[in-house]
């Protein structure tokens, strides 16, 4: 058996709740929503995630998610919505299958979704944006 439960689920092994289904991408509700319609969007085909992901599965996935976007927008009415990617251990990734969450989100959902930034120091700033253009 596959021991990646994304893969079991995209092969129809494991139980879900599909929403969306195409050739290459599949979307499923989260199994422990965040909001009411949090949906997991992934590649079939198994890749750990950002850092391994072809540009090619990823712009399948992204399709999908703002088709679903969209779709959500006129069907449960979402005033705002959350697109994130948890990769890797520090990323605090946990199942190790690229997957985008899409958290809808609704006035007064009581959900906290940003993180504190770190203090503003423009000569890091600086270093950083050099360090970051470089090859
Ligand atoms: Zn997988």
Known sequence: MDPCIFCRIAQGMEPSYPVFENKHVLAFLDNNPFTQGHTLVIPK????NMFDIDEEALEE???????LVKRYEK??????????????VDGQQ????FHIHIIPRFPADNLVSWIKSIPRVESDLKSTQKKLMSD
Do not use: W
Not at 61 to 67: C, E, I, N, P
Not at 76 to 84: A, E, K, Y
Not at 94 to 97: D, G, I, P, R
């Open 45 to 48: 085909r198994h890749y750990i």
């Open 61 to 67: 996935v992204v399709s999908v998610v703002h088709l």
């Open 75 to 88: 069907i449960i009415g979402m005033s705002g919505v959350d697109i994130l990617n948890l990769s890797g």
């Open 94 to 97: 946990t199942v190790y299958h």
